[in-house]
């Protein structure tokens, strides 16, 4: 279940973080395990000019179910580009390849490598020099770049911006004044301030998790006005009465100690449920908790009601919105020692999502 409330909240906040800056949804990766489909819809109540997708088949799906525009920000197959004409669209921009294969008139984006050096334009004026016959066919509308220490307090943000705003300088000299100036993602929207960005990347937060570290001066902000969106449940499809001696589930990891009740529902590893919560990690019904009772199989896990006996079809609530439950994506999450990225985009795009 995909909470409407929440993500419109959640986008609600962001902008008054950066008061006149635009905010632009980042929907990559399933829109980071919540639909892409749904996360479109959702975001047409926005006055959201521009989300952001990965990659040209993730912009073919959201550009059927969001009314504007579409920034794909992923590095694609050249042949594509030819294909990808839509007016709607936007490219990132971050080396000279990409340009020898965009169609004329393409809206783009420059991306700047200003410190975190895995991909992006180091010498603008040097790329600019070089390539300025072929960008003269095409639409200069945005300048971004990406910071990598972001959710930390880290001089390294502090020289990003430094170069970032250096390279709009001299863009600017040009005669280029693009409309989309960002830098930063969810964890900047709450800690980067300079008027110069005209829009800001947002993921995580969007979702309504906490994009900083702990000891961040804003965590404790963030948290409190964040929402969590979603929510996962499934239903009993088997059960066992398991006596007490024996052993359930692969490698038989789990040991009955006394009779219990043992239920199956059918989400696995292969869903997105983590492995590494083998006999950890709490589930909850309308009677309570349940442990999860041996190991994750591929498609199906095993839970231990105890003495309750819950009768097939019992709604399972696997995920909860609320931050304070042991079986919250954040809790989740640090639990099977993941991050909450790595944990959101593992759910497989075919669960069905419902918007609520």
């Known amino acids: 279940e995909i909470k409407r409330s929440a993500i419109l909240a959640n986008y609600e906040v962001l902008k008054k973080q950066q008061e006149g800056a635009a905010i632009i949804p980042v929907l990559k990766s399933n829109a980071y395990g919540h639909g892409l489909k749904e996360m479109a819809e959702i975001l047409n109540e926005t006055d959201a000019p521009l ?10 799906i959201v ?36 340009l020898e294969v965009l169609p004329k008139g393409s809206k783009i984006h420059l991306f700047l490598n200003t410190g975190m050096n895995r991909e992006g334009i180091k010498d603008l004026p040097g ?4 390539n300025a016959k072929k960008l003269a066919q095409l639409k200069i509308v945005g300048l971004c770049s990406h910071l990598a220490n972001a959710d930390s307090i880290s001089p390294e943000n502090d020289a990003q911006l430094e170069k970032f705003l250096e390279a709009l300088k001299y863009l600017e000299r040009t005669g280029q004044r693009p409309q989309w100036i960002h830098l930063g993602n969810s964890a ?18 969007l979702y309504g998790y906490n994009p900083l570290k702990p000891n961040h001066p804003k965590f404790a902000e963030a948290n409190t006005l964040l929402q969590p969106a979603l929510e996962l449940y499934s239903k009993v499809i088997a059960k066992q009465t398991v006596s007490a001696g024996e052993k359930v589930s692969y ?42 009772a041996g190991d994750v199989c591929m498609n199906s896990t095993c839970l231990s009601s105890g003495t309750r006996e819950l009768p097939l079809g019992t709604e399972i609530q ?39």
């Open 51 to 60: 989300v952001a997708v990965d990659s040209f088949p993730e912009a073919q």
């Open 63 to 98: 550009k059927k179910f969001f009314k504007r525009e579409i920034l794909i920000i992923g590095r694609m197959p050249r042949r594509v580009y030819s294909y990808a004409t839509s007016r709607r669209y936007h490219f990132s921009v971050a080396d000279e390849r990409v």
């Open 251 to 292: 490698n038989s990891s789990y040991l009955v100690k006394t009779e219990e009740n043992i239920v199956v529902v059918p989400f696995g590893y292969y869903e997105g449920l983590p492995r590494r919560l083998s006999n950890q990690a709490m589930f909850y019904c309308e009677k309570g908790q349940l442990i999860i």
């Open 188 to 205: 900047g929207v709450f800690t980067l301030k300079n008027n110069k960005l005209t829009a800001f990347r947002s993921g995580l937060a």
């Open 318 to 356: 696997l995920i909860s919105a609320n931050p304070s439950q042991s079986n919250s994506v954040d809790k989740l999450a640090a639990q099977a020692g993941m991050i909450k990225y790595e944990f959101l985009t593992d759910l497989k795009a075919n669960i069905r999502r419902v918007i609520v």
């Open 127 to 130: 790329f600019l020099e070089k």
